[in-house]
């Protein structure tokens, strides 16, 4: 199965490259981040999960979601939507999930394949309490962790599964890639050196680039790594993870984020 993990940053141009990649045999499902609502002639041509497109938060406006997008009337491809609902809301055996819209959840299985569990996850920036002050930079890590315990009700005995997304996380971070390996579903790149290019200075010696900060202006100027690919198991041998982060920008894509491309043989 092929999957490519790419926040889009709320734009209407990568949405054309999803479609494109879907309709040449690219990618089988593609996990989004950061996902407006597409068009009316993009979204004739795919089927997203079921969720609303947007993200729960706290006294925050987002008209975005995580999202898992396949090609619609693809004969080959089965899907089973996995719905998630608000803690409150959820029953013993739902989907239930901390923030709405930072994780969405499917099981697909192609035609001479095994079922697999795909997740797409975003890990939102937190405000502060006036009590605690500015909290440096963890604005993103309690995010980070709410998604791994909302990723831990889909990890059963038999889950195959594959967890994709932007963490907003530096791999120093260490106790959100120790929880992950904890759930027996550790991190399987993007690595360098195969996983893609790395910053001039990398923060860890794995790092590969796969965000741009704006005055950073462009992919060639990328110094950080932010998206990740996790899987269980019963599959992490078998997964094969490449940040698609060349100095080309056709090949970056039009994002601040550039796609990854993860292969399950």
Known sequence: ???????????????????????????????????????????????????????????????????????????????????????????????????????????????????????????????????????????WAGSAHRLISDLSRLVGKRTRLIAAGDLNAWRRRESIFTRMDSLDVPCVGPDAPQGGRQARQPRHAEDVVTFYLPAEREPANASQQLDYVFATRNVEERVTVRALNGLNPDEWGPSDHCRISIEVR
């Open 1 to 139: 199965m092929k999957i490519v993990s790419w926040n889009i940053a709320g734009r209407a141009a990568p949405w054309d490259v999803v479609v494109e990649m879907l309709e040449a045999g690219e990618c089988d499902v593609a996990l989004l981040q950061e996902a407006r609502r597409p068009r009316p002639e993009i979204a004739d041509l795919i089927e997203v999960d079921p969720g609303p497109w947007n993200t729960a938060g706290v006294g925050v406006k987002r008209d975005w979601k995580a999202a898992v997008v396949v090609l619609k009337d693809r004969s080959d491809v089965g899907v089973k939507w996995i719905e998630a609902k608000s803690i409150p809301e959820a029953g013993n055996h739902d989907f239930a999930v901390s923030r709405p819209g930072t994780i969405a959840a499917a099981v697909v299985t192609l035609a001479d394949g095994v079922p697999l569990t795909v997740v797409s996850m975003y890990a939102a920036a937190e405000r502060w309490t006036e009590e605690s002050g500015r909290p440096s930079h963890n604005a």
